[in-house]
């Protein structure tokens, strides 16, 4: 089953964006990381999401736990007085997920990656999940643009994005 042609990438990405944070909070709390793409590809499959959807996820995905080091030291930098592991893991999930789209998929402006970032904050957390999440993304951006907007890859792997925009 595809999804609707109405709905267009940005849908698409939103839909991404869920599957890739189920599937980390998921793997998080099962303690089952190593196993995350098949995690990824059980959730998928309850949503009958398109191929497209589950490309973008599991990218995402893929990226936050290979650069999860780097990620979290940039989380923690700048999540003044929060010690990682205390974080709600919605939250924590959230931010890893974000700070990897910002840093590593040029496509997507980042201030698409912030409003969804808080989104899916509003919509799965707690009521001042939006807020703690916008902050600290935020905050993780400008350090990121000052030190250099060219140290962005291009993107996943092989450079292309299915979902495009």
């Known amino acids: 089953m595809t999804e609707n042609k109405s709905e267009g990438p940005f849908k698409n990405r939103h839909k991404a964006r869920e599957l890739a944070l189920q599937t980390l909070y998921a793997c998080e709390v099962g303690k089952n990381e190593d196993e995350w793409q098949s995690m990824l590809d059980r959730i998928a499959d309850t949503g009958s999401?398109?191929?497209d959807v589950k490309k973008y996820a599991s990218d995402l995905v893929q990226e936050v736990y290979s650069?999860?080091?780097?990620?979290?030291?940039?989380?923690?930098?700048?999540?003044?007085?929060w010690e990682l592991r205390r974080m709600a893991a919605i939250d924590r999930n959230i931010l890893r997920l974000a700070v990897a789209e910002?840093?590593?998929?040029?496509?997507v402006p980042v201030k698409v990656v912030i409003d969804e970032a808080v989104e899916l904050a509003k919509e799965f957390g707690?009521?001042?999940?939006?807020k703690f999440v916008n902050g600290?993304?935020?905050?993780?951006?400008?350090?990121m643009k000052k030190q250099s907007d060219t140290s962005r890859k291009d993107g996943p792997q092989n450079g292309t994005d299915p979902l495009q925009a």
Do not use: P, R, V, Y
């Open 126 to 130: 707690t009521e001042d999940s939006g």
């Open 102 to 107: 910002m840093s590593c998929f040029t496509q």
């Open 136 to 143: 600290i993304i935020d905050s993780i951006h400008k350090k």
């Open 67 to 81: 650069s999860s080091g780097k990620i979290d030291e940039q989380i923690t930098e700048k999540a003044a007085n």
């Open 49 to 51: 999401l398109s191929l």
